[in-house]
């Protein structure tokens, strides 16, 4: 849904009230959302040694794979443009996901 959302054109998106910095914010919230529900899956039943290495994997894939494909992608999608403070947005977002979610992890809190 979320590579739905960010590749669809520019004017199939529907109009919402204009919110200072309103794209960057999505940005931030996709990514966290999607970082947060991946380690979540992958933390089912397989805390271990191994758990650094998942934290790290995630960080590299969604936090700058990702979130660099998505805008370079977007320069092919009709309305669409790449813009280099969408991917700082992304990258915070998986960033701030990984803390918190480590945050969680480490006071062994039932979210996670």
């Not at 919110?19 to 960057?24: E, G, L, M, Q």
């Not at 947060?36 to 995630?58: A, M």
């Not at 813009?83 to 996901?97: E, K, R």
């Amino acid at each position: 849904m979320m590579l739905f959302a960010l590749l669809s054109p520019g004017d199939q998106i529907p109009k919402t009230p204009e919110i200072p910095f309103k794209d960057k914010i999505i940005h931030f919230g996709l990514f966290f959302v999607l970082t947060i529900l991946w380690l979540r899956v992958q933390n089912q039943n397989k805390r271990g040694k191994n758990f650094i290495y998942k934290f790290f994997t995630t960080y590299l894939v969604f936090g700058i794979l990702i979130a660099i494909l998505v805008e370079y992608l977007q320069l092919y999608v009709p309305n669409r443009s790449f813009d280099y403070h969408d991917i700082t947005a992304n990258i915070l977002g998986g960033t701030v996901g990984i803390i918190c979610f480590y945050i969680l992890y480490k006071r062994d809190s039932k979210l996670v």
